[in-house]
Every structure is written in C-alpha cells, then in structure tokens.
C-alpha cells in the first residue's frame, strides 16, 4: 500500500490557560525579547502510515486525531500537509 | 512597532528516542489503526511579537528558538510561516 505523510497540529484551545507558554513569555523577557504579545505551545505529531488511497489516510488521521492525539475538551486539532511519501522513500 | 507571527516547530532528532510516540502508535493499533509506520511527537509554538522589520522579528525568534524554546542536545527547530499579522489585527 502507498505510504502517506502528513503533520496533525494540536493546540489548545483559546479560551484555555496555557501556563507553559507563559513561563516561555517571561523567560523570553529575561533573555532581551520582550516584545512577545503571545506565546501558546501545541504538539506537532509527525505521521506515515500505510492506506490505500489519499481518503482513505485522511479518514485514519482524523480519527487518530479525534481519538487519540487531541483531548477535544480542551483542544483543536489541524490536518497540515497531507500527501504521498512514497517518492521520497 | 508591527506585529509578526510565525511558527516554530520544535522536533527530536532522529536518533532520540520518542516513547510518547511510541506508546500513541500502540493505542492507534488497539483503535484500529494499524498501518502507522512512523509517529514522533514535537512541539508547535506559536508566536506573536513586535519587531521593527521582518528581519528584526526573525533574529529574536532564532534567538527564543535556540536558547529557550528547543534543548539543543536532542532537539531540532524550524521556523515557518512568519509573516506580518498587522493586517488581520
């Protein structure tokens, strides 16, 4: 089967906290860069997975996302760059 | 002073173990996915800040990049997508 790439970008949502970020944003501050008006820290989740066709992988990852990759009650998830693997390979 | 945003990816080298992603590509085999050949998982940080140019904003996203947002021994990062955001504010 051909081999698909693809990233999932999980970031959370904007009505919640994200205190990592704002220790990054103070920290920042003490190294010279303190023009920063915002800061939020999500995951990247690079994947290659095996499907039979560009649908077929993007039915996977979503349900991957939705499942397993994101908490919805507090996170959105992205679908970015989903394309076939295989010339590279 | 305008505004930029950009996007840094925060990954780890290869050669570093993932066993965040290791143990996501078992549960996505118990969900029934089971043709992922590959799953790493990252960082994304999302940034906005003021600069007095486009080039400005990027030496202090290097600088935040290197020195605070990715542990060097076993990270890499990537800067994307910075462009002005004054237009969308």
Given at each position: ?89
């Amino acid at each position: 089967m051909p081999l698909y790439r693809a990233r999932v970008l999980v970031s959370l949502r904007p009505s919640v906290l994200d205190p990592a970020g704002e220790a990054t944003r103070a920290a920042a501050g003490r190294l010279g860069v303190s023009a920063i008006q915002r800061l939020r820290i999500g995951k990247a989740v690079e994947v290659e997975l095996e499907a039979d066709s560009l649908d077929g992988a993007r039915a996977q990852l979503e349900l991957l996302s939705d499942r397993l990759l994101a908490n919805p009650v507090i996170e959105n998830w992205a679908l970015e760059q989903l394309e076939p693997a295989t010339a590279e390979a």
